[in-house]
């Protein structure tokens, strides 16, 4: 049973895919700058290929009309400072990067613009001054907000009964985890649900961590998006199905290493949009004066292989309004 919607964000991309070499002074070929996270490109798997998809759909081709310029700091916070820096000594004409390497980037540079994708809360990260007017040198996308967050907790809440206890994983070292505990706290509590925040610093910490869940008598998990628990998919989604933990994962890549259910926006279409908004700035926009985006359409991803293994039903309307179910 397939109905996959790719997200479909406001102000959706032209129906012409623009060259935007042609806005360049002859001879200029704009430099991109991009920050990631992990420690290679092979590590940001899915999210770098589309990336460079995003380029090619907008009429870049590295190389001929634009060089790319990627750092990979491997989830150091060190290694985050200095790599921002060093892109901004190149003067590029934008930088780029997700939740927390925007952050390092807009602490090097208040002037050169910036491009974000996956952020939690621009506002609250000091990014932008509003959602409609950033007012700065950032602007970009957001996926996550409380709606967001409230909605897979009231999942979980359809699919276990008596649910109470859910757990919330994060990472305190990444600077956008402060975020998603007070927004997850806060559905939480207009749900009737308790939230308890547990932290795992280091992939070695997490069976810690879901020990501690269990000794808690947690009913479910869901965690921070991004950065290290990305990361860490794979032995999240084993642990919480070793614990007997139903587990809402928060984009298809985080479903798919084996989580009961994701609910998010399209995370792949979203980072080949992304570069429409550098497209845009290349041809004279002000970051200040785009506003920023949110998905319009979530997917929501069913697993029945792993509710029966946790034994669990899931309700027939949550079935019949999932995007993809795998039986």
Same mark, same amino acid.
């Given at each position: ?18 060259? &935007? ?32 998809? &995003? ?23 060190? $290694? ?104 997850? $706290? ?71 290493? &084996? ?69």
């Amino acid at each position: 049973m397939r109905r996959r919607e790719f997200v479909t964000l406001i102000g959706g991309a032209a129906a012409a895919w623009p060259l &935007g070499a042609l806005a360049q002074p002859a001879g200029k070929i704009p430099l991109v700058g991009y920050l990631w996270h992990a420690a290679s490109a092979e590590e940001e798997g899915p999210y770098y290929n589309a990336l460079l998809e &995003g380029f090619a759909r907008y009429g870049y081709t590295p190389g001929r009309n634009v060089i790319l310029e990627h750092r990979f700091p491997n989830e150091n916070r060190e $290694q985050f400072k200095r790599m921002a820096a060093e892109l901004v000594s190149l003067n590029p004409d934008v930088l780029m990067g997700g939740a927390i390497g925007s952050s390092y980037l807009k602490q090097a540079t208040s002037t050169i613009p910036i491009v974000f994708m996956f952020v939690p809360d621009p506002v609250g990260l000091k990014l932008v001054e509003s959602i409609a007017r950033p007012g700065g040198n950032a602007t970009g996308l957001v996926t996550f907000g409380r709606d967001l967050v409230g909605k897979r907790l009231q999942f979980l809440k359809e699919i276990v009964a008596g649910l109470s206890r859910v757990a919330l994983l994060i990472n305190s070292d990444q600077p956008t985890s402060r975020v998603f505990v007070d927004e997850t $706290q806060a559905a939480g509590t207009e749900l009737g649900i308790s939230i308890q925040v547990f932290d795992a610093r280091s992939q070695d910490a997490l069976t810690r961590a879901f020990d501690s869940m269990t000794q808690s008598q947690m009913q479910g998990v869901i965690t921070a998006s991004g950065g290290t628990i990305f990361q860490w998919r794979e032995t999240i989604a084993k642990l919480a199905l070793e614990r007997r933990l139903p587990y809402c994962a928060f984009s298809r890549e985080t479903f798919e290493v &084996g989580a009961l259910m994701s609910y998010g926006a399209d995370q792949i279409e979203m980072c080949r949009y992304s570069v429409s908004y550098v497209d845009k700035i290349l041809k004279g926009a002000k970051p200040s004066e785009l506003p920023v985006q949110q998905p319009t359409k979530l997917e929501t991803l069913i697993n029945l292989k792993v509710a029966k293994a946790l034994g669990v039903t899931i309700p027939p309307k949550l079935l019949y309004t999932a995007n993809e179910v795998i039986e």
